[in-house]
RNA sequence: GCGCCUGUAGCUCAGCUGGAUAGAGCAACUGCCUUCUAAGCAGUGGGUCAGGAGUUCGAAUCUCUUCAGGCGCGCCA
């Protein structure tokens, strides 16, 4: 209907004296026809009249004016009238007003989606969290975000793939298995544990579950600890290097079967949290810098062959300034190492080569200062940098009974996804990590999440979701040789629903929007809405004591609202209640 | 100091590529359960959209500036 529309309103606009060809085409993208916020403003509202006005130095009212009136003789609308301060509103005929009532009933679960993002391949990088310890709350939101942008991508027909890249090597990784170690061997060193090394109750189980398989013996613990640095830093890396010389070996399985222990763990969490990867990137497959064949070696070759990256001081430079970073970065340290920023352009690199149109990367928001090397990275490699998409998410804080949850990852005190997830559950977890823009700070309630009022969004929008579930099997039951249709509807004998139709009407553009401009929340707010019409609908309804017409008519509109919801929260990730 | 983000009702937040009287929920006050789920509904009060200037027929939205808050600025990861 609004495409029927908009070739009306060309032809319109080609017809007024004096415009030229620029001015049509300015006009025509710049306007916008949608449906109206509410019908008193009728169906569908165009604002074609005041940006013609503007351009082209007219009065918009007049305008507005003549626009109503060429519509009007087309006959194709119920009304059309000039509003307000130029605004043109339509009412359709009822059959085109509930004709999106019929497309549900047809399409169900399809609802909603498009094709606007047809041919277009995006890659997701999101998570991504070090593994050397289980996912927090932190890594939460991040989850429901890129899994929820990844299904409402999807769902415009973009070709979306979800990565997670797991940085097992590096000195982290180092400090992990020293950790490990350090564990299982404390009681022979008097309870010895270095300041910088990780402390949670997870290094001791995986230190257990190694020695119950294997055993650990070391000739001198003591030689570990001999002539340690104060310096935390220092410290640490002096046991990495003493661990080691001691025994490759053991270092070596503790190493590996720790690593495997966290991956499994992070990928159970994300398989409870209902949160899918298509890849899982190992950062260890882009090789060594001392093997000349590595990728981490080739990209740092064509950097150089390029004359992107140089040599001084014995280390070796990227040369960012170019792409707006305030200094040139550091690629491969004077000690010969790869700095974790070498490894990323190599990373980068190899996604680029893999010819996805765009990357979209979900950070946490500290690391927004990372942006600029990265996106200079990219165009040194000779790629646009536009290809890149940053999302920085924000840290969510946690309150329960009222308190904000302290946290802090190096003392090894967090709430975890896994803890929130058992709490309210993966739901209620996703929808409130969702409810809120990315990129600023949310306050996680753990006690409304559970509460049963109706400042809980998640419930309220369910409730309407169960509610309309069961009234369409009361409806059965009590009229099991009723079929639903919309006679009352289109008759105009049954109006009270229209409210719902025209919120319906608007889903589609709800989704596209939220694809545009990557937010999910939209979807949150819209599902509000809609839930709200609905709740206040039936509190002043008694659907199941009208009329068999009237009701056959109200199931058709109702289901079509469940549907509905259900095709919103699914889009978000979460499951629909049938009961509550 | 530089960079990024934020400032909308007492509180938590929506507000589309600038558009119609700036919207919800909570809290306060008032009503609605013998009928389909009261985890619900209806109503009342509450705003210099941080301040100022500019662009525009029109600004919470765009530009500049001031103020306030958050974060980031390693040969760390």
Redesign the pocket.
């Known amino acids: 209907m609004i495409e029927t529309i908009n070739k009306k309103i060309e032809l319109f606009i080609t017809n007024i004296d004096g415009i030229n060809q620029d001015s049509t085409k300015i006009i025509l993208?710049?306007?916008?026809t949608?449906i109206?916020?509410d019908l008193?403003?009728?169906h569908l509202?165009t604002?074609v009249c005041?940006?013609a006005?503007?351009?082209l130095?007219l009065n918009?009212k007049e305008l507005a004016k003549k626009l109503e009136k060429t519509l009007n003789k087309l006959d194709l609308f119920k009304s059309v009238?000039a509003?307000?301060?130029?605004?043109?509103?339509i009412t359709l005929h009822k059959k085109d007003f509930i004709a999106v009532l019929y497309n549900i009933v047809k399409q169900k679960g399809e609802f909603g989606k498009s094709n606007i993002g047809a041919g277009k391949k995006v890659q997701i990088e999101f998570v991504s969290a070090?593994p050397?310890g289980p996912l927090h709350v932190g890594h939460g939101r991040g989850a429901a975000y890129g899994d929820a942008i990844g299904r409402i991508l999807q769902a415009t027909g973009t070709d979306v793939e979800k990565e997670y890249y797991i940085?097992d090597?590096?000195?982290?990784?180092d400090i992990l298995t020293a950790s490990v170690i350090i564990k299982i061997i404390q009681k022979d060193l008097d309870n010895f544990f270095p300041q910088n090394a990780y402390k949670g109750g997870y290094i001791e189980s995986i230190g257990e579950e190694f020695i119950s398989n294997n055993k650990i013996k070391y000739d001198s613990y003591n030689s570990i600890t001999y002539d340690l640095s104060s310096d935390p830093?220092e410290e640490i890396d002096q046991i990495i290097l003493n661990l080691k010389k001691l025994d490759s070996v053991i270092w070596n399985e503790v190493k590996s079967f720790s690593l495997s222990s966290i991956i499994h763990s992070i990928k159970n969490d994300l398989k409870d949290f209902k949160v899918n990867f298509d890849n899982w990137f190992d950062e260890s497959s882009l090789g060594k810098l001392s093997d000349n064949s590595s990728e981490i070696s080739n990209s740092i070759t064509k950097l150089i062959e390029d004359g992107k990256a140089y040599e001084?001081?014995?280390?070796i430079?990227l040369n960012t300034e170019s792409s707006g970073d305030?200094?040139?970065?550091?690629l491969?340290?004077?000690?010969g190492?790869?700095?974790?920023?070498a490894?990323d352009v190599a990373y980068h690199k190899n996604k680029l080569d893999r010819g996805y149109d765009d990357l979209i990367n979900i950070w946490g928001?500290?690391?927004?200062?990372?942006?600029?090397r990265i996106e200079a990275s990219i165009e040194a490699l000779g790629s646009k940098k536009e290809r890149l998409i940053v999302k920085?998410v924000?840290?969510a804080n946690l309150f329960k009974n009222g308190k904000k949850v302290k946290m802090s990852t190096r003392s090894g005190e967090f709430f975890t996804l896994r803890e929130l997830i058992e709490d309210i559950g993966a739901d209620a977890a996703r929808f409130y990590y969702l409810?809120?823009?990315a990129?600023?700070?949310?306050?996680f309630?753990l006690d409304l999440a559970?509460?049963?009022?109706?400042?809980?969004?998640f419930?309220?929008i369910?409730?309407?979701h169960?509610?309309i579930?069961?009234?369409e099997?009361?409806?059965k039951e009590m009229n099991p040789s009723l079929d639903i249709n919309l006679y009352a509807v289109e008759k105009d004998l049954y109006k009270e629903c229209d409210a719902l139709i025209h919120e319906i009407t608007k889903y589609p553009?709800?989704v596209k929007?939220s694809a545009?401009?990557l937010?999910p929340?939209?979807i949150i707010?819209y599902l509000?809405?809609l839930?709200?019409?609905?709740?206040?609908?039936?509190?002043?309804?008694?659907?199941?004591?009208?009329s068999n017409e009237n009701m056959q008519s109200i199931v058709f509109c109702l289901s079509a609202v469940r549907q509905t919801i259900s095709n919103g929260l699914d889009i978000l990730g979460i499951s629909p209640?049938?009961?509550?």
């Open positions: 993208d710049k306007s916008n949608s109206s916020e008193n403003k009728g509202t604002n005041m940006i006005a503007s351009i130095k918009p009238q509003a307000g301060p130029g605004f043109i509103n070090n050397t940085n090597a590096g000195r982290q990784i830093e001084k001081d014995g280390a430079w305030d200094k040139h970065r550091v491969v340290r004077d000690d190492r790869a700095t974790y920023f490894s928001a500290d690391h927004h200062g990372y942006i600029k920085l924000q840290f409810s809120k823009q990129d600023q700070h949310l306050d309630d559970k509460s049963d009022s109706k400042e809980n969004i419930y309220y369910q409730y309407a169960a509610r579930f069961s009234l099997q009361k409806f553009e709800v929007r545009r401009t937010q929340h939209l707010f509000r809405d839930s709200q019409l609905f709740h206040s609908y039936y509190n002043d309804n008694h659907v199941l004591s009208e209640m049938q009961k509550m």
